[in-house]
Nanobody, 120 residues
Framework: VQLQASGGGLVEAGGSLRLSCAASGRTYTMGWFRQVPGKEREFLACINPSGSATLYGDSVKGRLTISRDNASNTVFLQMLSLKPEDTGIYYC?????????????????WGQGTQVTVSS
């Protein structure tokens, strides 16, 4: 499985961004993590293979929406009301196995990351 994330960029606080992740090969549960310098990777959201179930990290609940289009093998992350503390590298992930979804070690496949910068 190869994952290619895109859509990051520079946005003002209060603005929005939509990240995309194109996947090649069979995909399973997919999700997004965020890496802020000096901190561990933070779980943001995940979605099951059919798209019928989603989970969100507590820090972003209500501001982020994850969705997927299985016809194009793409997962999206819509981000609203962005804050400077949302700045970081956003990684698209996928996994076949089960496990603690919030633990980055339980995710098998990682994309290259896309930078999101929110200015104050």
């Amino acid at each position: 499985v190869q994952l290619q994330a895109s859509g990051g960029g520079l946005v003002e606080a209060g603005g929005s961004l939509r990240l995309s992740c194109a996947a090649s090969g069979r995909t399973y549960t997919m999700g997004w993590f965020r890496q802020v310098p000096g901190k561990e990777r933070e779980f943001l959201a995940c979605i099951n293979p059919s798209g019928s179930a989603t989970l969100y990290g507590d820090s972003v609940k209500g501001r982020l929406t994850i969705s997927r289009d299985n016809a194009s093998n793409t997962v999206f992350l819509q981000m609203l009301s962005l804050k400077p503390e949302d700045t970081g590298i956003y990684y698209c992930v996928s996994r076949q196995v089960s496990g603690d979804y919030s633990d980055s070690r339980s995710w098998e496949y990682w994309g290259q990351g896309t930078q999101v910068t929110v200015s104050s």
